[in-house]
């Protein structure tokens, strides 16, 4: 079994005599990291940085996908990790699934902020059942049919649906922005 943060974090102290206070920069037990695990995403957000940095300006998208060595070392040091990408979304990297498992598997608390809608609803099925524990939330701005004048390429009413679909197989509900959605339609109370 992997060494947990708090053994690191006591192996430090104890190898260097020294005290690592709870919640300072190096005690990293309640910490949460964002990853941006690719450089892929097909929207086209008007106000992204990918859009104002690369793409209005004629250049290729640079980087790479996150590796799975790369993912479990992260992982070695922070219990909660958000993929909330600034450059990417991360329904769109090719082994998001078994980035999911792996962090269910070492009990990693997991965020996913999503707005693509452009994979098969079997996909994110796929991906919710990797992690039922993952809190997904999703971006839809303004009503669904709406949210495509912010979100370029976004079908905002099949990211509702997917949305819709995820309480089937999520353990957690959709956030605060979804709820008010939900609420605004009448589909919750």
Request: glycine fraction near 6%; aromatic fraction near 8%.
């Amino acid at each position: 079994m992997a060494e947990t943060n708090r053994q690191k974090i006591e192996g430090t102290e104890e190898a260097h005599g020294i005290k690592i206070q709870e919640n300072s920069f190096f005690d990293r037990r309640h910490k949460r990291l964002n990853i941006d695990l690719s450089h892929r995403c097909p929207l086209e957000c008007l106000r992204c940085g990918r859009q104002r940095s690369f793409t209005n300006k004629g250049l290729k998208v640079p980087g790479r996908d996150l590796t799975i060595e790369e993912y479990n070392k992260i992982l070695d040091w922070f219990p909660r990790i958000s993929f909330c990408g600034q450059y990417s979304d991360p329904i769109h990297h090719p082994k998001i699934k078994e980035l999911l498992t792996i962090a269910k598997d070492r009990g990693t608390k997991v965020e996913v902020h999503l707005a693509s809608s452009l994979k098969p609803m079997k996909h994110y099925i796929e991906a919710f059942k990797a992690n039922p524990k993952a809190n997904w939330i999703f971006g839809i701005d303004g009503m669904p049919e709406e949210s495509k004048q912010y979100r370029v390429n976004q079908d905002g009413e099949k990211l509702f649906k997917i949305m819709l679909e995820s309480k089937k197989y999520l353990k957690t509900k959709p956030g605060s922005l979804e709820e008010a959605v939900l609420k605004s339609r009448g589909l919750i109370k």
